[in-house]
């Protein structure tokens, strides 16, 4: 994908140093990179995925924020051990040092000095302002917004300090300002589009940061170009003078460029079955990396009815309830379909290990409560008592003339394919039929409003995909199933909770567990929701993923985090001599 033909140029360049040999010694004495091989100063990066904006904040997709985080900062983030290191932020804030207050309703950050953004406009407590503005406004729809929804302020103490008060007491003030959904955007570019232009400024497709490299070249769902940001605090120790990123293709095409042919340097989310990723390592040019952070691959159910609108045209509305999936007794016996192990075992192998459990990681937030169980006679009793039988002799069951026939939609990937064929035999087998549906990741993924195939409109019956808590501290993932956070498009679309399922009891819970300051406490409130959530059927996880890229031998520098995109610590990537 990256190769290029280079016989022509190198037939000029040969020539001409043979009738100027002079010249051409002299130019490589006074520069030394003219002898240095251009590929040591490119970084190639492959994305099956392709990143279709780069403002993470109007965004679902890890691709975006990856892609994003290149060029984009937030005031610090979490290592893989879970401690938080500073980005923007002069010190991490504690009860100590009195940047966290004692009674847990406000939070103050002191930002580094003398910071710039790529296009040397100075890096002030404003730009955080403007960015908690932008996130907030609901005309932007922001996909960041539930975050920030417990803030009360952001006022700025000094050019070089801000202070966050919260509505209530909030131990979870580490999610604001940090990691993936905390990244700063720049008040200069961005404070006229908090509202619904919010999509049309420029900066969505060439970002202005403060991280190591900077846009030159963004072509959505295809290719972004970075070359060193000349402002950033350490732009002398960068290791590339260019990072070319490309979009399209597979993911098993990825693992290839990288680990057989060296076209590429990185392979991003190599969702490939286990044994292929195994085979082509063997040929000895790059290396897989993997990490089990918060991951799971799971299957959700729709609440709403996807085929029923309302007079504006809005499908999956929370007016319609699903005509069978709103029953817990079909949701149940669907769940007893799935054969899970089967799943783990020949498809993921050693990148993927079953979980009955929504939160994963930390581990004090596993329940222990939880389990699964593939039993087809089972489930096809649940729909038995529930009034679901074949009465016509289709082999489709139906109830009151309506037939339990569903659609299954998941992103274009031959992993994702193989799992939903081996879903639809099963459930074919207790009598529900199965249309499978597939979309490109850019597509699904892309949050754009216009577009009726993105995860958040969610016009099908069940869909699958991967995702995790960003950050060690769960509130924010279990958000994602609280009433409030139901996409609609009167919000734009912007909400996180796309199964449309809405429990007051599980709402109550996760206040409490937002106010609660004893450690804990808030562990057997979380372990409460995530039961709730498994054994209401929200959602079917099916096994906790393990986070596998491929690297270069070459490569250098490189660390995985489960709270952050890779791309994190890009400034430390080297390419070894």
């Not at 660390?559 to 995109?565: A, G, S």
Request: net charge negative; glycine share 6%.
């Amino acid at each position: 994908m990256f190769k290029r033909s280079l016989f022509l140029p190198l037939l000029i360049l040969s020539l001409s140093c043979t009738l100027l040999f002079s010249a051409c010694h002299q130019q490589t004495a006074n520069n030394p990179r003219a002898t240095t091989n251009s590929n040591t100063e490119t970084l190639k990066l492959l994305y099956w995925q392709a990143p279709t904006i780069l403002n993470p904040h109007l965004s679902t997709g890890f691709k975006d924020s990856e892609a994003s985080r290149i060029t984009l900062e937030p005031l610090a983030s979490f290592n893989e051990k879970g401690e938080l290191v500073p980005f923007l932020a002069a010190e991490i804030p504690t009860i100590e040092n009195g940047g966290v207050a004692r009674d847990g309703k406000s939070v103050t950050w002191k930002l580094k000095k003398d910071i710039k953004w790529s296009d040397g406009t100075p890096f002030t407590a404003k730009d955080v302002i403007a960015t908690y503005n932008f996130i907030t406004n609901p005309k932007t729809g922001s996909t960041s917004a539930g975050n920030y929804e417990i803030v009360k302020s952001v006022e700025a103490i000094d050019p070089h300090t801000v202070k966050i008060t919260f509505k209530q007491v909030n131990p979870a003030w580490s999610l604001v300002f940090v990691g993936t959904e905390g990244m700063i955007l720049p008040a200069h570019l961005y404070e006229k589009y908090s509202n619904e232009t919010a999509r049309q400024t420029p900066a969505n497709l060439l970002p202005v940061g403060t991280g190591p490299y900077k846009v030159v070249e963004f072509k959505p769902g295809d290719t972004a170009v970075y070359e060193p940001n000349s402002f950033f605090r350490e732009a002398d120790k960068l290791g590339f003078q260019r990072i070319e990123l490309k979009g399209g293709g597979d993911a098993t095409s990825a693992a290839r460029a990288v680990l057989q042919t060296e076209e590429a340097d990185y392979a991003y989310n190599l969702q490939v079955e286990a044994k292929v990723l195994s085979d082509l390592e063997k040929a000895g040019q790059g290396r897989l990396i993997s990490s089990f952070g918060s991951l799971i691959e799971r299957v959700l159910f729709n609440f709403s009815d996807p085929n029923q609108a309302t007079p504006e045209g809005e499908r999956s509305s929370i007016k319609f309830p699903h005509p069978f999936l709103s029953d817990v007794k079909v949701r149940e016996a669907l769940s007893l379909a799935v054969d899970r192990d089967t799943i783990a075992t020949q498809l993921y192998g050693i990148t993927g290990k079953t979980t009955p459990n929504f939160i994963v990681m930390p581990s004090e937030y596993n329940s222990p409560n939880t389990s699964y169980e593939f039993n087809l006679e089972k489930a096809k009793k649940l729909l038995d008592d529930a009034g679901w039988k074949d009465s016509n002799g289709d082999g489709t069951r139906d109830k009151n003339g309506v037939e339990m026939k569903l659609v299954f939609q998941t992103t274009v990937n031959p992993l994702r394919q193989k799992t939903q064929e081996i879903i639809k035999q099963s459930l074919q087998a207790i009598g529900v039929g199965v249309e499978l549906k597939t979309i490109d990741a850019s597509i699904f993924f892309s949050s754009d409003p216009a577009n009726d195939d993105t995860v958040e409109k969610f016009y099908a019956d069940l869909q699958m995909y991967t995702t995790g808590n960003n950050s060690p501290d769960p509130k924010a993932y279990f958000k994602t199933f609280t009433c409030s956070e139901i996409p609609q498009k009167a919000d734009g679309w912007s909400g996180d909770n796309y199964a449309r399922y809405c429990n007051p009891e599980y709402d109550k819970l996760w206040q409490a567990f937002s106010q609660e300051l004893n450690p804990e406490k808030r562990r057997e409130i979380a372990i409460k929701m995530n039961d709730m959530l498994i054994n209401d059927f929200v959602i079917i996880p099916l096994v906790h993923r393990a986070d596998v890229v491929a690297i270069s031998n070459s490569l250098s520098g490189f660390e995985l985090t489960p709270w952050d995109r890779n791309t994190w610590n890009i400034k430390d990537w080297k390419r070894s001599k």
